[in-house]
C-alpha cells in the first residue's frame, strides 16, 4: 500500500509517494508535469492525493489557471490508470492546520513540523549526507508540499478521517 501526493504547478510539480503505515518516503521528485502523468500511469499507488486551488478572492494569474487544468489531467489520468482507486483534492489550508494547527502557517512552519516530527534532532534537518542518507533526502522546495499532503492523507486513513 502507498500513498502518492502531488503538489501541483503549472509546469512541473512536486510528488512524493510514502508508505501510509510509516509515513516513510518512498520516491520523491520534482518533474514535469508530462512526466506526473506518467507517473501516475505505472506507479502501483492504492490512494492518490491532489493538492488543490481555493479562492480567497484576489486576483491571480495565468500560471493558477494553468495550474487548475494541470490538476484536471492529473485527475483524469488517474482514472483511467485506476479508477478503483480512490484520489483526494486536499486544500491547501487544511494542510497547514494539519501540520501547524494554524492556517496562517508558512510552507516553513510545516516543513519544520515535519522535521520535528519524523527527523527530530537531527543534522542536517533530517537530510543525512549521500553516504547515509537521512528521511529527508533529497528533500526541496515543493517536494516538502507533496510530502506534507501525503503524511495528512496517511494521517486521515489511519484514523478514518473524511477527506
Known sequence: ???????????????????????RPLQVGKIPNAEVLHLIATTGYTRLSIEMIASYGMSVG?????????????????????PDVEHDLVYRRDVKLHHCHSSKAKDANI??????????????????????????????????????????TADRQRVDMPA
Open 62 to 82: 495565468k500560471e493558477v489557471f494553468d495550474t487548475c487544468v494541470w490538476i484536471g489531467r492529473f485527475v483524469q489520468q488517474h482514472v483511467w490508470a485506476g
Open 111 to 152: 516543513t519544520q513540523a515535519l522535521i520535528d516530527r519524523f527527523a527530530y534532532g537531527e543534522p542536517n534537518r533530517g537530510k543525512g549526507t549521500k553516504a547515509a542518507p537521512g528521511w529527508f533526502h533529497g528533500f526541496a522546495a515543493d517536494i516538502w508540499q507533496a510530502y506534507a499532503l501525503a503524511v495528512l
Open 1 to 23: 500500500m502507498t500513498i502518492l501526493a502531488i503538489d501541483p504547478g503549472n509546469t512541473m510539480s512536486g510528488y512524493a509517494l510514502i508508505d501510509p503505515e510509516t509515513c
